[in-house]
């Protein structure tokens, strides 16, 4: 089964609802905007949901839509505030923020920087920035069996 059908039957069971997908177009907008390069898992997910409707389900995740990815330094500054951010952890040029969960308790980002090697996601939101896949299909792979790599250790 894809990833794609694998994640519709896991939301259609969390009761998380999906938003439509995005243009081709629109990801190759954001490419150009931003001057990175989405990598196809991450397209092919985009082009079919586009994100989650807000923090919907019992996984209490919340996929955003390519709209509203942002680098990871704004983000940041927008759900933790400025004072924040003055000591937070450098995340590198590049790294998009693609998900949150429980409303910002923490997020994850994915570099997405034209000359990257892979797709590393990092979890931000804490005092260091760990990767916690290779890329958004090992990401995704890591949240259908909630694995515990996804959460920062306390």
């Avoid at 089964?1 to 998380?16: A, D, F, P, Q």
């Avoid at 995005?22 to 150009?32: C, R």
């Avoid at 196809?40 to 994100?51: I, K, P, Q, V, Y």
Wanted: charged share 20%; glycine share 8%.
């Amino acid at each position: 089964m894809s990833l794609n059908k694998r994640i519709r039957e896991y939301w259609k069971t969390n009761g998380v609802a999906p938003s439509g997908g995005t243009s081709g177009q629109e990801i190759a907008a954001f490419e150009s905007e931003h001057h990175v390069t989405v990598p196809n898992d991450l397209r092919n997910f985009l082009m079919e949901f586009d994100g989650t409707r807000d923090m919907a389900g019992n996984d209490y995740f919340r996929f955003l839509p390519l709209q509203e990815f942002t680098s990871s330094d704004k983000t940041t500054a927008m759900a933790f505030g400025e004072a924040f951010t003055t000591s937070y952890p450098h995340v590198p040029n590049g790294f998009f923020v693609f998900a949150d969960y429980l409303q910002w308790c923490y997020g994850y980002a994915i570099q997405l920087a034209k000359d990257a090697p892979q797709n590393m996601v990092v979890l931000i939101g804490g005092l260091t920035c760990p990767v916690v896949a290779n890329s958004f299909s090992e990401f995704i792979e890591l949240y259908l069996r909630d694995d515990p790599k996804l959460h920062p250790k306390v």
